[in-house]
């Protein structure tokens, strides 16, 4: 059985690097766990910190603000 975690951001950098280093410790198989992070056009330069510190975990950056819900769709659907 395949899992899936999403995480939304929006502008807070340091909150979601919390999040995912929390998540990526308790990885015992990377082929059972899939972690998508859906970025809503953050200016915090979230998407830059998330892509050097974890390029594991696969980023989607929407090009502005769609709300949680939609962003969780969005991660969803992939």
């Keep these: 059985?395949?899992?899936a975690i999403i995480v939304v951001n929006f502008n807070t950098s340091?909150?979601?690097l919390e999040c995912l280093s929390s998540i990526n410790t308790l990885i015992l198989n990377?082929?059972?766990?899939s972690v998508?992070?859906?970025?809503n056009a953050s200016t915090d330069n979230s998407?830059?910190?998330?892509?050097e510190h974890f390029p594991q975990f696969t980023l989607i950056?929407?090009?502005k603000n769609l709300g949680l819900a939609k962003s969780l769709i969005i991660g969803i659907k992939k």
């Design 1 to 3: 059985m395949k899992f």
């Design 14 to 16: 340091a909150a979601v």
């Design 30 to 33: 990377e082929d059972e766990l």
């Design 36 to 39: 998508y992070v859906v970025d």
């Design 47 to 51: 998407t830059a910190k998330i892509s």
């Design 61 to 63: 950056e929407n090009n």
